[in-house]
């Protein structure tokens, strides 16, 4: 995993618009890299994302038949649970450093790369510091858990975060630098390795342990490999001189981190005192289900998210954010159609019977993510300026939100309540953001083609809902989903471009 492109002079590099050629196309007739060097510059982006995507997030789907086969609901809830619990720990360890290394090491030449050889020496600092803790305080964590959990396995997760946090930042340095090709196989290789040795681990009787043990090993063998290469390249410098100016950017993300936790996670520990721990391990399959809108949608996040600040600021950066805003709705809207149309069919047939209610909790998990990733999409104007303050005031009176609604309607109604609260407070959430950021930014935003790629999608989310499971269930489910498709097409194509 050979990494070794440098970012060219300022006067050569391409504008943020897409990833520069990966070298020159090979020679020869019609050579599949030729085809792929004519394409534009974005859609060859999100092409290679994409393979990337498909090879990882396809591994780890063909693994759940696998993992439900070998843990029992409430052993899958479990494993959620410290999944959940590595989200926040993981928001520690990172600080936030992705989005700064985005912010600061965009520069071109040196100044780039030394921005990104100081946000890993940070990153590395916070590692090592992170580690400590944990060898001190992991039984005790371990205790505090609401489910029965080993100190080994507290231990295990925290060598995945660790890693985890290095291997974002060397990816997110592929993004910048518009390597998706190289992005693609880096990520497609560490799941490959980390799905094999699960399986083997699984099988072997291993159980939890056996998951967490196998993510840690491919994580340290991807978060070695992937650090070597940065080191030839950009060098690793920790310089406590810049960690203030670096923290003052990243640590307001924190803070926006574990508000987006609140959202995305905190309801399984609310649940994990209220239910059974098979209708949490249920749960969790549907919200694992649930994130393939998420997959869908990152051949296009992992292309715009890194470099729509420098769209921005550019002299047409209005009209090309609103133009890809408008596509990224689009986008939103047939990947979560597809997803509740055929995710229920999914579950049934991967997974078996004791997930059954997972299916009906889908399409409404669906729907939250939508809405958190529309609000993802409308909010680059609370991000111009110095600080990130005013995410971290959104996503903060978010979680306020949603802690309040959990409170409220988790012990009444339990799954269905944490469901119903997610959604109202991701919908908080999306106003907020789209009044504030067009306080600080007036961009044209697709409200029109919003509110008809929704009911077309929510139309196809529910239809199959009603219909037995068959043959039957999935034509109404591809025609619903090939009805929001030909719409989102439709308004793509007659909406307005920038001039070139």
Known sequence: MHISQTLPPKDERPPYEGPPHEGPPASGPLSLRLLIARLPASLRATILFALGIVWSRGVGLLLVPVMTAHLSPGEFGRLDL???????????????????????????????????AEVIGLSLALGLAGAGLLAVFGIAIAQAMPLATPPVDVWLLGVQIGMDALIGLTLGWLRITGRAGRHALASGLRASLQAGLIAVLLIQGLGVTGVLAGSAVAATVAAVLL????????????????????????VPLVGSGLASFVLGSADRWMLAGTVDPAQLGQYALAVRFALIVAMLMQPFDLWWYARRMAVLERPDGLARTARVVRLGVAAIAVSGAGTAAFGPALIGVLSPAGYAPAMAMLPWLVLALSVQMLSSLVNVGCYVGRTTALPLAINAASAVVALMLYGLLIPRIGVSGAIVATVAAQLVRLVMFTFMAQRRVRIDLPYGTAAVLAMAAAATGSLPQMVPQGLLNLAVGAAGVAGTAGIAALILGRSPRPAA
């Open 227 to 250: 650090l070597g290469s940065q080191r030839r390249e950009t060098g690793i410098v920790a310089d406590p001189r810049v960690w203030g100016r670096l923290l003052a950017y990243s």
């Open 82 to 116: 410290l999944s959940s619990a590595a989200e926040i720990c993981g928001l520690m360890i990172g600080a936030g450093l992705v989005d700064t290394l985005f912010r600061y090491a965009g520069a071109p030449g040196a100044a780039g790369q030394r921005a990104a």
